[in-house]
């Protein structure tokens, strides 16, 4: 089987630089790589050119229309079997393909997702975003990187594949907020097989700041929603909890000034879980309190945007509009 890698990429010619030299060290080559360059002012042109005769590697150019699109022609071009999915900011580790063909030929499934790590190399901050993101504590265990998960495992865009059947049954992914989300949903609704790898990992190398990190994870609540009107069965529990914690501050702060300082305890005990959680994991008692800022802009900025989106466009009945629906911004 001929895998067919897929990477968009807008302004990101350093970040290609990394990827494709992961690439290029793979123990197993089974694969080519389709780059699509979604219009950057930036291109990754050079940095595809040292990897021509030591990758299968195509280079597209396209005007600026959104990661979907810009995956979507992706898989227009490619010729493989399988597609595989990375965002340009991903490291695979040299095992990845080698792992991939072992865990296919053991259990075929029509479609994967895999979890994301952090190399020992990264910032403070992106090891502080990578635990606030695959924690269970956080998020759950929904994104694949927690032994235990509160809702079914939908595989995300940063590390997913699907095989070309899937493609030519269920098509490619909408122009909108969590638009891998809404592409597992319709994968599985059409009776393909989908499942966690969890040996299948990506090193993922997020370039954000605080502001941006709060940025991106209320777009993140305010995908659920979207998804929610599109697929009114995709909503669980697990996704509610970011938006009862907001309400829960509220309530602890006011209880806590009117009533009795001691309710500030409850929050502090969820501040100790967090702190030695990281500390157990990163070994560092500064990224250990870095987590607890990085958690709690994970928790009220998905929280909030999840309120927002939930008010305006469920209990006040609001359409989806074309700036809410469709989603082209990438984090820049």
């Given at each position: 089987?001929?895998?067919?890698?897929?990477?968009?990429?807008?302004?990101?010619?350093?970040?290609?630089?990394?990827?494709?030299?992961?690439?290029?060290?793979?123990?197993?080559?089974?694969?080519?790589?389709?780059?699509?360059?979604?219009?950057?002012?930036?291109?990754?042109?050079?940095?595809?050119?040292?990897?021509?005769?030591?990758?299968?590697?195509?280079?597209?150019?396209?005007?600026?229309?959104?990661?979907?699109?810009?995956?979507?022609?992706?898989?227009?071009?490619?010729?493989?079997?399988?597609?595989?999915?990375?965002?340009?900011?991903?490291?695979?580790?040299?095992?990845?393909?080698?792992?991939?063909?072992?865990?296919?030929?053991?259990?075929?499934?029509?479609?994967?997702g895999g979890p994301d790590r952090a190399l020992p190399t990264f910032t403070a901050v992106q090891k502080a975003v990578n635990?606030?993101?695959?924690?269970?504590?956080?998020?759950?265990?929904?994104?694949?990187?927690?032994?235990?998960?509160?809702?079914?495992?939908?595989?995300?865009?940063?590390?997913?594949?699907?095989?070309?059947?899937?493609?030519?049954?269920?098509?490619?992914?909408?122009?909108?907020?969590?638009?891998?989300?809404?592409?597992?949903?319709?994968?599985?609704?059409?009776?393909f097989s989908i499942a966690l790898l969890p040996e299948v990992s990506v090193y993922h190398k997020r370039r954000v700041n605080l502001k941006k990190f709060f940025r991106q994870v209320y777009n993140?609540?305010?995908?659920?929603?979207?998804?929610?009107?599109?697929?009114?069965?995709?909503?669980?529990?697990?996704?509610?909890?970011?938006?009862?914690?907001?309400?829960?501050?509220?309530?602890?702060?006011?209880?806590?000034?009117?009533?009795?300082?001691?309710?500030?305890?409850?929050?502090?005990?969820?501040?100790?879980?967090?702190?030695?959680?990281?500390?157990?994991?990163?070994?560092?008692?500064?990224?250990?309190?870095?987590?607890?800022?990085?958690?709690?802009?994970?928790?009220?900025?998905?929280?909030?945007?999840?309120?927002?989106?939930?008010?305006?466009?469920?209990?006040?009945?609001?359409?989806?509009?074309?700036?809410?629906?469709?989603?082209?911004?990438?984090?820049?």
């Amino acid at each position: 089987m001929k895998y067919s890698v897929i990477i968009p990429v807008y302004n990101r010619p350093d970040e290609m630089a990394e990827m494709l030299a992961s690439l290029a060290g793979q123990t197993e080559k089974n694969f080519e790589v389709v780059v699509v360059e979604d219009g950057s002012d930036r291109p990754c042109d050079r940095e595809v050119a040292q990897y021509e005769g030591r990758l299968e590697i195509r280079y597209v150019t396209k005007p600026n229309t959104g990661r979907s699109d810009t995956r979507n022609v992706g898989m227009a071009q490619a010729g493989g079997d399988y597609f595989l999915f990375f965002d340009s900011d991903c490291i695979l580790p040299p095992e990845y393909m080698q792992c991939l063909n072992r865990c296919l030929e053991e259990r075929y499934v029509d479609c994967f997702g895999g979890p994301d790590r952090a190399l020992p190399t990264f910032t403070a901050v992106q090891k502080a975003v990578n635990f606030a993101m695959t924690s269970f504590l956080t998020t759950g265990g929904i994104r694949g990187s927690a032994k235990v998960s509160m809702e079914k495992f939908n595989p995300r865009s940063f590390n997913m594949g699907f095989s070309r059947a899937v493609y030519d049954k269920v098509g490619g992914f909408a122009d909108m907020f969590g638009e891998d989300i809404d592409l597992s949903i319709r994968i599985r609704e059409a009776g393909f097989s989908i499942a966690l790898l969890p040996e299948v990992s990506v090193y993922h190398k997020r370039r954000v700041n605080l502001k941006k990190f709060f940025r991106q994870v209320y777009n993140f609540g305010q995908a659920r929603v979207f998804l929610f009107k599109l697929h009114p069965g995709s909503l669980k529990a697990v996704h509610v909890l970011p938006a009862l914690f907001v309400a829960g501050e509220a309530v602890l702060l006011l209880l806590a000034v009117f009533h009795s300082a001691w309710w500030l305890l409850l929050p502090a005990i969820y501040v100790v879980l967090i702190f030695v959680a990281s500390l157990f994991k990163n070994r560092s008692f500064g990224i250990a309190a870095l987590s607890v800022v990085t958690s709690f802009i994970q928790l009220n900025g998905y929280g909030c945007g999840f309120i927002k989106a939930f008010f305006t466009k469920v209990l006040f009945g609001g359409e989806l509009e074309k700036g809410e629906e469709l989603h082209r911004a990438y984090n820049k």
